[in-house]
């Protein structure tokens, strides 16, 4: 494989793929929708990272995964979560969850307000391949909001063995991990060297070392690159995604 070259790719909030239906209204950085080669326009191993917001009371009703790794993460509201692998739960921000397909499940995710409620949901939904496929599905979530607290980077999601003490869930994939961070106006926080990084705005604004002022929803693709401060010019909540490899 060659090796990747030093690169910073911006994708402003505008420019990312927008899809909406009557009741979704889905902000990609990969285009997912209707897309079944997502090994084609992935960067590093992430195949999805789908921003949506959700009607109350509308969602994604029973449909299959397989051989996919999907991790969820909510901005506002909430994600009633059910799979035919008897898993069951309310997906909240500061609650991290993993669903790995497997050689197979089915599951639905609903917004947990009813029709004539609000909030809408917002939520960020990714996906990587993991290491083996055919593995058996399985779950896992967990509450991290207290650790969320500090103005660092907490380590959400990894399946990297540096990360095997800290990480709140675990991946099937040794070469990634996401990270969430929190930060209070003037914070600051460094990206990880890697092969490949994702960087998403989620909330607030910030100034990127070497690329500019961000704003919410405004995305980053890194590769061969890392070292580069991140600082909050507002109240921020950042996801990054560090890889150690990519399709090849």
Do not use: C
């Amino acid at each position: 494989m060659t090796a990747p070259v030093d690169q910073l790719q911006v994708i402003r909030a505008a420019d990312r793929v927008h899809w909406r239906n009557e009741w979704l209204w889905s902000k990609q950085s990969f285009n997912a929708t209707g897309n079944f080669d997502l090994a084609a326009s992935a960067h590093g191993i992430l195949m999805v990272h789908n921003e949506d917001f959700v009607d109350p009371g509308a969602g994604f009703d029973t449909h299959q995964h397989q051989d996919t790794e999907i991790v969820t993460w909510v901005l506002e509201g909430s994600v009633v979560h059910q799979d035919s692998a008897g898993n069951s739960g309310i997906v909240h921000p500061g609650l991290a969850q993993r669903m790995s397909a497997g050689t197979g499940i089915l599951h639905s995710e609903r917004n947990g307000a009813a029709w004539n409620e609000k909030p809408t949901l917002h939520v960020v939904q990714m996906w990587i391949p993991p290491d083996e496929t055919g593995l058996a599905p399985s779950y896992q979530e967990m509450d991290i909001a207290d650790a969320l607290t500090d103005d660092a980077l907490v380590t959400v999601a990894s399946g990297m063995r540096r990360h095997r003490d800290e990480t709140a869930i675990t991946l099937h994939n040794r070469y990634a991990a996401l990270h969430v961070a929190r930060l209070r106006t003037g914070a600051a926080v460094q990206i990880p060297d890697a092969p490949y990084g994702h960087l998403f705005v989620a909330r607030g604004a910030v100034e990127l070392e070497s690329a500019g002022r961000l704003e919410q929803g405004d995305a980053v693709r890194l590769t061969a690159t890392g070292g580069h401060t991140v600082t909050a010019l507002e109240p921020s909540e950042l996801l990054l995604w560090e890889m150690h490899a990519g399709f090849a």
